[in-house]
């Protein structure tokens, strides 16, 4: 099963990302995952939350537009080579990434990193081939 990430739109302008964050924050929701990508008009706020349902439906309610993406949750050994691995195995298996960024959420000597790849059941294929801890939610 593949984690639900919501992707929100920003206008590169002062205190549009602390409303977000103050919207799912007074909302009960809590952030698992986040990254954010800009230019110079505009913004990407990438989030694994642990009730997509109701983020997507507040951030719509108050103006924002926000879509949903399925990507990996990898469960990464938090040491030298941890990536690494999980990197080289996607590239011998024809894995396309397109980005990543890592959680918040980790465990005793892991780290979760997230993935957005072009075919999501093709990389959960080689993530169960090969054995390697998926994320399945937070």
């Known amino acids: ?5 919501i992707s929100v739109f920003l206008e590169n302008k002062t205190g549009r990302l602390a409303d977000v964050s103050g919207i799912v924050g007074d909302g009960g929701i809590n952030l698992r995952a986040i990254s954010i990508a800009d230019t110079a008009d ?25 879509r949903e993406n399925k990507v990996l949750g990898v469960e990464v050994d938090d040491s030298p080579g ?45 993530l169960e081939k090969y054995k390697m801890n998926r994320v399945s939610g937070f």
Do not use: C
């Open 1 to 5: 099963m593949a984690l639900r990430q």
């Open 42 to 66: 505009f913004g990407i706020l990438r989030m694994i939350v642990d009730k997509p349902d109701e983020t997507l439906m507040l951030l719509e309610k108050n103006g924002f537009t926000a």
């Open 82 to 126: 941890g990536l690494a691995k999980v990197m080289k195995t996607f590239d011998e298996n024809g894995v396309n990434i397109e980005y990543l960024y890592s959680s918040l959420e980790h465990g005793q000597g892991k780290a979760v990193v997230i993935f957005k790849v072009e075919d999501v059941d093709h990389g959960i294929k080689i």
